[in-house]
């Protein structure tokens, strides 16, 4: 495996100095974007979109043709893992993800298998693929999949949810249950990001959507100990070059120094905890990825500058070890200009930084 000609995002993971701060977005490939939403329209659904190679290759290229981005990620969803375990994944217009068979019974719970990537999700390994030919060594692609805790939350609610009422009774009642739906989920997130590795992936991002909805210590018993199992079983070097992992819990700004002791190489941050605070609690230990609140892409350019170069600045002046990434996904509405004013920002003002450090 060869390195990209641009290969900020990787050093910056690896903790290795960096001409600028590396800059993607969650979401990156989108809504936001016309572009996307003809492909969409072409596909005829977005399940029909996520499984053809091709057109996921073609959404996932969309914003490096738009923007200066320094990462691809494969475009998919986190939920293909739990549709090939059987659960029936459908989406409704307005009303998001659904699954037509929950795990309500317990047999159903006992019945839960990992399922084989090279032949229920062949469909994702060749998207990889496509995508790393096609991006001809420019920028790094990243993998990526649910947490065990976020698909586990799905499969077990049926849906989004916003009180997490079926998950949380299981987790108090039977956590004999839950045990077994995470450990066989992480098995299958385990399984799965290793065949994106062996497909082309040059990272790995797990998302931990819905970990920051529990207890501290359910917590630690239900979505870090899981994420630090996928952790140890992944592929950590292909073709002599190191596979980084990034984990991203939304709303785990009070967990950051156990995140960072789980074996992941870059800790997400959201947009609700300072990034220098986060500097000083993990020090040298992981990379950080984040932050800036979504909602200032509705903003001026002007002020999506100015609120870029407070991120940076707040991480503080050296920068080694930080890529710089929304606190969470983009949002549908966000005016695909601004995110030029984003990425524009980040560069420039970054490696303004690295010359006043010189």
Known sequence: MTRPCNDSFLRALLMEPTAHT?????????????????????????????????????????????YDLDAAILFSDILTVPDAMGLGLYFTDGEGPRFERPLREEWAIRDLSAPDPWDHLRYVMDAVTEIRR????SVPLIGFSGSPYTLACYMVEGASSTDYRRIKSMLYDRPDLLHHILAV????????????IESGAQAVMIFDSWGGSLSPAAYREFSLHYMQRVL????????????????????????????????????????????????????????????????????????????ARKVLDGYGAAQTGHVFNLGHGISQFTPPEHVTA?????HQHSRLLRQKCS
């Open 22 to 66: 590396p800059v993607w977005l969650m979401r990156q490939a989108g809504r936001y974007l016309p572009e996307y939403r003809e492909t969409r329209a072409r596909a005829g659904s977005f399940m029909q979109l996520c499984m053809n190679p091709g057109l996921a290759c073609e959404v996932t290229l969309q914003p490096l043709a738009r």
């Open 185 to 196: 989920t992480a098995n299958a997130v385990g399984a799965y990001l290793n065949a994106q």
């Open 134 to 137: 096609a991006l001809n060594n």
């Open 232 to 307: 140890a079983t992944l592929i950590r070097e292909k073709d002599g070059e190191r596979v980084p992992s990034i984990v991203f819990t939304k709303g785990g700004g009070l967990w950051l120094e156990s995140i960072a002791d789980i074996g992941c190489d870059a800790v997400g941050l959201d947009w609700t905890i300072d990034i220098g605070e986060a500097r000083r609690r993990v020090g040298d230990r992981v990379a950080l990825q984040g932050n800036i609140d979504p909602a200032v892409l509705f903003a001026s350019p002007a002020t999506i500058a100015a609120e």
């Open 342 to 346: 984003l990425v524009d920002a980040v």
